[in-house]
């Protein structure tokens, strides 16, 4: 296979021959944490967090979302729109957890509502600091409109993960530009980039049983992709 365009730390962005505004994307059986220094090579995990993407994607854009998601080629790869991805992780919280527990004095599982828009810079080799919306301004940057469709965005994760019973903890959106500068929603919408409790409890259905070594997040996942294949 050619070299990747972009390799991230468990997905592999190609072009696609022939198709100068399209990429494909790999999902690999891997999971990272702690900014990559924990790693492990879970089997099938690639597939299970592609499939629960694909579905959300679809979900969304049946919403009226616009994203990157155009389908899906085999069982680990995405076939996107390519983008230019904004350098900005877009954070929003329904219940306190992870790094707002960390670095505030809110105890986990506290209630946010109205939910809560957080920026991150994305940037490894900073760790990703937390941004102030002026800064990300400052960048040059609007956040408003990734503001406005997070928003949007989480309104259509409650519904989706409430038929689940599951309560949606928080979740990170990247976004891009395409050629025509339309701001689209990018990357993946898996567990792996959210926190997912199962509804009333703090039990994790997410990343989370791995960063704290609670769990195999195989099964975790392969259950929210049952939910989510099951739904009426
Ligand atoms: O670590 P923190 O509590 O800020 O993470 C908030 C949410 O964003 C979690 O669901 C986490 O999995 C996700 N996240 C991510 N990628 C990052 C940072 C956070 O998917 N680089």
Not at 84 to 92: D, F, K, M
Not at 105 to 133: C, N, R, S, W
Not at 185 to 194: G, I, N, R, Y
């Amino acid at each position: 296979m050619e070299s990747p365009i972009l390799q991230g730390k468990v997905k592999s962005v190609y072009d696609v021959p022939g198709e100068a505004d399209k990429v494909s994307i790999v999902f690999h059986d891997k999971v990272t944490a702690w900014n990559g220094r924990a790693v492990e090579y879970p089997p099938e995990k690639g597939k299970i967090c592609c499939l629960i993407s694909a579905v959300i994607f679809q979900m969304l854009e049946k919403n009226g979302i616009k994203t990157h998601f155009l389908g899906t080629k085999g069982f680990d790869t995405m076939l996107c729109r390519k983008l230019t991805i904004v350098p900005v992780e877009v954070i929003v919280r329904n219940i306190a957890a992870g790094s707002i527990v960390k670095t505030t004095h809110l105890t986990e599982g506290t209630l946010i509502q109205p939910a809560i828009v957080e920026y991150f810079l994305k940037d490894d080799a900073k760790d990703d600091p937390l941004l102030t919306p002026d800064r990300v301004a400052l960048m040059g940057i609007n956040p408003e409109p990734m503001r406005d469709a997070a928003l949007k965005i989480n309104n259509h994760f409650q519904i989706l993960f409430a038929q689940l019973g599951i309560d949606l903890v928080d979740f990170k959106l990247e976004f891009g530009h395409d050629s025509g500068q339309n701001l689209l929603l990018a990357d993946e919408l898996s567990p792996d980039s959210m926190r997912l409790w199962k509804e009333g409890t703090s039990e994790s259905y997410d990343k989370d049983l791995f960063r704290k070594d609670k769990g195999d997040i195989v099964e975790a996942y392969n259950q929210i992709l049952d939910k989510l294949n099951n739904l009426p």
